[in-house]
């Protein structure tokens, strides 16, 4: 059985098995006894998935090619003046995102002037709005079930974090920031040794 902290693990996180990512999901929900629907389960298993794509933790390029992200709270402003479908896929953009980096980067970010509990705040949020967005009964369900054990997840997917040793010393986060400023190609491949990144998946997205 493969396991988070194997070093052949860490290196290439098992890029094209989603089993890999299932597995490593059941046994972190089990231990931290996350009691929810299995498509909860599934939900999360993409959204690991979805960001180990680098493209996908930024909304947009600037002028010069760099790499920007909007605040959440900028986010969710613009989500309630839009169209019901792109509200939805603005406000399962906040959702998600807020879920993956307040479980991965959460000893990150306690050391910003934002802190975790930014981030928690704003995914329960956006997910309720979404629970109250969609028509579909089983959706709505899903949405409101991530929000209401929003924090559980998080400490999920902390545990998973920690384990895949993407956690150290150095401030994740703010690699991430100035790598999306100078889109430097040193910083993408430190990212990409820590597995934040996955230019292998970048390339398999484009084509």
């Known amino acids: 059985m493969l396991k988070p902290s194997d070093p052949k693990v860490v290196a290439t996180i098992i ?3 989603k089993d890999y990512f299932f597995e490593v999901v059941d046994q972190a929900f089990a231990e931290r006894k996350v009691d929810t629907y299995p498509f909860v389960k599934s939900y ?3 959204i690991l998935k979805h960001y180990l794509v680098t493209e996908n933790l ?7 090619g760099r790499k920007t992200r909007k605040t959440l709270a900028e986010l969710y402003l613009e989500s309630s003046d839009q169209q019901p479908s792109i509200k939805v896929e603005m406000l399962k953009r906040l959702g998600d995102s807020s879920l993956y980096i307040s479980g991965f980067f959460s000893d990150s970010l306690q050391r910003k002037l934002i802190d ?3 981030y928690v705040d704003m995914g329960k949020l956006a997910y309720e709005s979404l629970a109250h967005s969609v028509n579909e ?3 709505s369900k899903l949405y409101r079930e991530i929000s209401i054990k929003f924090l559980i997840l998080v400490d999920a997917l902390s545990l998973i974090s920690k ?4 956690m150290d010393e150095e401030n994740v986060l703010r690699m991430m920031d100035l790598y999306a400023k100078t889109g430097s190609p040193l910083l993408q491949e430190t990212l990409v040794e820590k597995g934040v990144f996955s230019p292998e998946i970048k390339k398999q997205s484009k084509q």
């Not at 384990?163 to 993407?166: D, L, N, P, Q």
């Open 116 to 118: 975790v509990d930014y």
């Open 163 to 166: 384990r895949a040793k993407i």
């Open 44 to 46: 999360v298993v993409e």
């Open 15 to 17: 890029l094209d098995s």
């Open 137 to 139: 009964d089983t959706i």
């Open 58 to 64: 930024y909304d947009s390029e600037d002028d010069q």
